[in-house]
């Protein structure tokens, strides 16, 4: 009789575990990918392996992913730069002094052997106006060249006069650089070769606490952009700024979504510029020892529509699209390592089926045991 109630006891606990779904914080393998293969599937599977990764590799990038770094970035570097050394544009303030020899003066007196004349600024039309000698044009030159033309003039008039020149660049002829460094402001453009690094470095540098920091160039209209170390990898990428140029330095935006049986739950913001399944992985902290399948970390990724292709040629055949990757195969180890991830993916990691088995086999242990203790008493 004591026998019986046990076993009646073990054998009730099993059926009431059967009859319902164990509490569980991730997801089956099986229960993402069961209907990959049926009539009414809404997504497409793949199993990520060495044959599967140049294919994937030639797709469009998925929906959430955002233009690879550097790939707009303006073409041309230092070695490009067409001229050096600063140059006068409309809107900067050009400082004239006149020097005069001789008894016959014009602008000076005889105590007074030089005139400084008032400052002036560079009109939209490129000229400066001179007493006596009226509009010179002087946009697009250097300063040594503006003075030796405003002294050409002045020659007509006074053959002894020799011009000196000062030019300020002025607020069209300047850059703006704009957070992400210790000294953002407006940076005058006294030099035609300064770099976009050059113009980091006038402003203090980028901090080290900004993780994979990205760079954003605002130009005639267009925007430009490339991370910090794809600047610096590449000298090709260090290009000359350009007047009324916007910089902008700031943190890296992409990330992707952890949720499941991984080691942390939470947004992942990209570390650099590219980064790998496995790279992903290890970024949580690895799979739950306990809990995953290492046979089941999952990459859901949404593709755009112009990206899907039916026959599955150039494109996967659905915008939605589980990536399974087996972590226990050399080639699958191999693979998550080439297998890049994208901004806006889902990694899962998936829940071992022998979890699931434990938690019965721990509750049976425990009702057993109650039961038999129960016995005991009774």
């Known amino acids: 009789m004591k026998s019986w109630r046990r076993i009646s006891g073990g054998v009730l606990l099993l059926s009431s575990v059967a009859a319902c779904t164990l509490p569980r914080n991730a997801p089956l393998r099986s229960e993402i990918v069961r209907n990959d293969q049926s009539q009414t599937q809404d997504f497409a599977h793949y199993e990520v392996d060495s044959k599967l990764l140049p294919v994937v590799a030639s797709w469009r990038p998925g929906s959430g992913a955002l233009a690879t770094s550097g790939t707009n970035w303006p073409k041309g570097g230092t070695a490009s730069a067409k001229a050096s050394g600063q140059i006068i544009a409309p809107g900067d303030a050009v400082e004239i002094g006149v020097w005069e020899n001789g008894d016959n003066k014009l602008m000076t007196t005889p105590g007074t052997p030089s005139a400084q004349l008032q400052a002036t600024r560079v009109s939209a039309s490129g000229n400066v106006f001179v007493p006596y000698v009226g509009a010179v044009k002087v946009a697009g030159l250097s300063p040594d060249a503006a003075r030796e033309r405003i002294q050409s003039r002045v020659a007509e008039m006074i053959p002894a006069a020799q011009v000196q020149l000062n030019a300020k660049p002025g ?47 605002f130009r005639g209209g267009r925007s430009y952009s490339i991370s910090m170390k794809a600047l610096t990898d590449n000298p090709a990428n260090d290009i000359t700024v350009q007047p009324g140029d916007k910089l902008i330095v700031g943190k890296d935006e992409r990330s992707f979504i952890a949720l499941g049986a991984t080691g942390q739950q939470k947004v992942v913001y990209f570390p650099k510029d590219q980064i790998s399944a496995i790279e992903a992985v290890s970024l949580l902290g690895g799979v739950d020892a306990n809990r995953a399948n290492p046979k089941g970390v999952l990459i859901l990724r949404q593709y755009p529509a112009s990206a899907v292709h039916a026959d599955g040629k150039g494109g996967p055949t659905n915008g939605r699209v589980v990536f399974s990757i087996n972590l226990t195969t050399t080639d699958g180890l191999f693979s998550a390592q080439n297998f890049t991830i994208q901004p806006g993916d889902l990694v899962v990691g998936t829940e071992s089926p022998i ?15 109650s039961v038999y203790y129960v016995d005991r008493v009774n």
């Open 171 to 217: 607020t069209q002829n300047s850059v703006d650089l704009v957070g992400g460094v210790a000294s953002p402001g407006q940076i005058p453009l006294d030099d035609r070769s300064l770099t976009v690094l050059g113009l980091i470095a006038r402003g203090g540098g980028v901090p080290a606490a900004l993780t994979n920091p990205q760079l954003k160039l």
């Open 355 to 369: 979890v699931g088995l434990r938690t019965i086999l721990s509750l049976f242990n425990t009702s057993a045991t």
